[in-house]
């Protein structure tokens, strides 16, 4: 195996538990509405610091990246946030949660841009595989992560989640020192002044923020499932553990979808994705969004739910980075980081507003416009230029 090859599969193993540390709080959400007494405004205000805290730190780190490259973010940030993410357990008040999701956000979220860069860089050839199967790690890891989180809080209790952070910082040190990547993919021609983010996107200003509307449209859903999953089967006293199975289902059929992806995915596609998958998504959303939806049911309509909306979003970060090819940390940060936010925010007013309503699973049947909207605003999006794909990889033996 090449050592490219080694590094991203260790890059993807660390992307299996920054994102597993990302989710801990996903099993918990009805737990900690209950404890922490939170009224609708609270809970706004934790969900959209939740949602904001690592993708407005991506933008920033994606910006500083394409400047300069700072090889160390790779384990830095998810050490942070393999550590501050498992406090929300423990937090004895809504200030320490918030505080614990602020910097467990930013951790995470310094991660993203560059490793994303990185791992597109490591196989140029197969720039879209290789995100395909550097994203899937991901995926793994939010499915992994609310069982692992579910399990030890119904064992032990709220406060015990904090047991997964030595555990998840010592795996990160060990996977970086198996697979650092080369320093040349970190190397700046010195000789040239730091690109502005103008140059960056190539003046292509409007379409960065065109194509941030429209993927952030498109996440609603992806971002508000595990919290909408969570507050309704809390109403049925469902315990963490149990929640936090359901909520891996859509994650590994998330997980299913990317590695699809990263065998199957043929470059070129990347727009017809951008608008077929959102519209498949809707009649998806009517179904969930039916009151009298059984658990089965549900827990059935969450696989296409996650191989159609979560599955095929490496299509988005591949679109991104060949629309601006002189700017991946910054690509990588509007697809991978501040849509998820915008998304966020979106879902956090939704998810809010009918949990205090006391219907939660309505919150579906409102996020369907966001996909209609998506999928009309990708139609739009410029086409890329051609560029032909090599037919088969080659490998390098060690």
């Not at 069982?147 to 970086?176: E, F, K, M, Q, R």
């Amino acid at each position: 195996m090449s050592y490219a090859y080694r590094c991203l599969i260790c890059l993807t193993l660390t992307h299996i538990i920054v994102d597993a540390s990302a989710i801990v709080v996903g099993p918990l959400w009805g737990e900690l509405e209950r404890v922490h007494s939170l009224s609708e405004n609270a809970l706004f205000l934790v969900l959209t610091i939740h949602a904001l805290a690592s993708s407005l730190a991506q933008p920033v780190f994606g910006y500083i990246r394409d400047r300069y490259p700072i090889p160390s973010i790779l384990w830095i940030g998810p050490v942070l946030g393999a550590v501050m993410m498992p406090l929300v357990g423990p937090a004895p008040d809504v200030t320490v949660l918030c505080v614990a999701l602020l910097l467990g956000g930013v951790g995470i979220g310094s991660f993203h841009p560059e490793a994303a860069v990185v791992a597109g860089s490591l196989i140029p050839e197969r720039r879209t595989r290789s995100l395909s199967l550097f994203m899937f790690g991901g995926a793994m890891g939010l499915a992994l992560g609310p069982i692992a989180c579910g399990a030890i809080v119904s064992t032990w209790g709220l406060a015990s989640v904090w047991l997964l952070a030595p555990l998840y910082a010592g795996l990160i040190l060990v996977l970086h020192f198996v697979g650092k990547p080369p320093a040349k993919l970190f190397e700046r021609d010195r000789s040239k002044k730091p690109q502005s983010l103008y140059h960056m996107l190539e003046g292509k200003i409007f379409w960065a923020l065109f194509l941030f509307m429209v993927c952030s449209l498109r996440l609603v859903p992806n971002m508000a499932m595990d919290k909408l999953i969570s507050f309704i089967l809390k109403d049925q006293n469902v315990s963490a553990f149990q929640i936090g199975m359901v909520q891996s289902v859509f994650l590994f059929s998330a997980s299913a979808g990317m590695l699809v992806m990263a065998f199957r995915f043929k470059s070129g596609h990347e727009k017809a994705f951008m608008i077929a998958c959102p519209l498949l998504g809707i009649p998806l959303m009517l179904a969930l969004g039916w009151e009298g939806c059984p658990l089965w049911l549900m827990t059935l309509l969450l696989v296409p739910c996650g191989l159609v909306l979560w599955g095929t979003s490496p299509a988005m970060v591949s679109y991104s980075h060949q629309l601006f090819p002189k700017g991946g940390g910054v690509a990588s940060a509007i697809t991978m980081g501040m849509a998820w936010g915008g998304g966020g925010m979106i879902q956090a007013k939704i998810t809010s507003h009918f949990v205090a309503l006391g219907k939660p699973q309505l919150a579906f049947h409102a996020i369907i416009p966001c996909l209609l909207l998506a999928a009309v605003g990708a139609t739009l999006l410029p086409a890329l230029s051609k560029q032909p794909e090599p037919q088969s990889d080659t490998l390098e033996t060690a």
